[in-house]
């Protein structure tokens, strides 16, 4: 227990006492004079390691560059289901050369939700089915298959996270003529609820 300017052993025998009573005596090892008296007053502040400063209200991933990407992804505008998206993710997919695609990113433990607007580019072909997926620090958070012309609106927690990565895969039974281009409308991490 700390008591002015020198310290004093707790009465008490419980173990976080003992424990910081040991670090009191390892830390006057190193500010005591020989004879074990305080050189001066010292002030300790603990921190909780992995936090930040709060970071911006809304970041767009179309403005990070991503930690890791299987197949390049495209920023920019994007029509889905007939909505422009001026800040959309896409990755583009077809049946045999491209079947799966995932771009990482890090969120750094300073975000709260990633929300987006999933769905195909307009500009792919008719027979497009794909499965979008989202990861948070690894896990499986949110899975769902678009067909051309569905766009759905996710908002998926993402507190203290590390990681966030997006997973898309081509699951129709046709070969499309051309790729299917799966697309994170104005894909964004916020700090909002």
Known sequence: MLVGRGFRRARTAA?????????????CVL??????????????????????????QTQYLSNIEPLFFTHPVE??????????YPRTV??????????????EYNTGRSWRSF??????????????????KVFVDGSSIYSRDISLGDSVGISVRVDDSLRLKLSVSY?????????????WGDARLSNQS
């Open 115 to 132: 929300d987006a607007v999933i769905g195909i580019r307009d500009d792919s072909p008719s027979e497009c089915l794909v499965k979008f």
């Open 171 to 183: 699951v129709g039974s046709i070969e499309p003529r051309e790729y299917c281009r799966a697309a």
């Open 31 to 56: 500010a005591c004079g020989s004879e074990g008296e305080p050189r001066q007053q010292t002030t300790v502040t603990e921190t909780r390691h992995g936090r930040k400063s709060p970071a911006p």
């Open 90 to 103: 896409s990755e583009a997919l077809d049946k045999t050369s491209i079947p799966a695609a995932e771009v």
């Open 15 to 27: 173990p976080i006492v003992a424990t910081l009573t040991a670090v009191a005596a390892a830390t």
């Open 75 to 84: 920023n920019g505008s994007a029509d889905i289901n007939g909505e422009t």
